[in-house]
Structure formats: C-alpha cells, structure tokens
C-alpha cells in the first residue's frame, strides 16, 4: 500500500513539473527551466524505481489519477499567477 501512495504522491509532482514546465516555455519563463528540469528528471528516476519494484499493474491506475491530478494543479496554478500580474 505505501508503494502505492508513494508512487500516486510522486507521479502527482512529476506530471506538475511537466505540466508547469510546458506552460514556462509556452509563456517564456525562462528562469524557471532549469529549475523545473532537475526537478522533473528526479521524478524520472523515482518513477522508474516504483515501477521496478511494482508487482500489480493496479500501480499505472494510481499513477494515471496521481498524474491527472497534478496536471490539473499545474493549469489551475498557473491560472492563478496570470490573473495575479
């Protein structure tokens, strides 16, 4: 179970790094890039060690809601910060 949780936990901040780091380049934040690169190739790596360590395929159904949810976090931040300029 806390596989599980975990891998949801970090599949939620990996596809918002991902998500988030497309909306700097669509929006040419060019600073945050290499921040949000590091970031997303440490979640790179963990996915991959949950993944080898995973003996359900119940693990991409936890992550396929883990990253849903963290895309629709990175929209809504990033929705957020264009009304605040």
Known sequence: MTLF???ALVTFA???MRAFQQLNVVGGHYWRVPLFSVAMGVGDVLLVMFIV?????WLG????????LGCVFAMYINSKWKKGK
């Open 53 to 57: 360590k995973a003996d359900s395929l």
């Open 61 to 68: 159904v936890v992550n396929g809601i883990g990253g849903g």
């Open 14 to 16: 990996y596809v918002f």
């Open 5 to 7: 949780l975990l891998s």
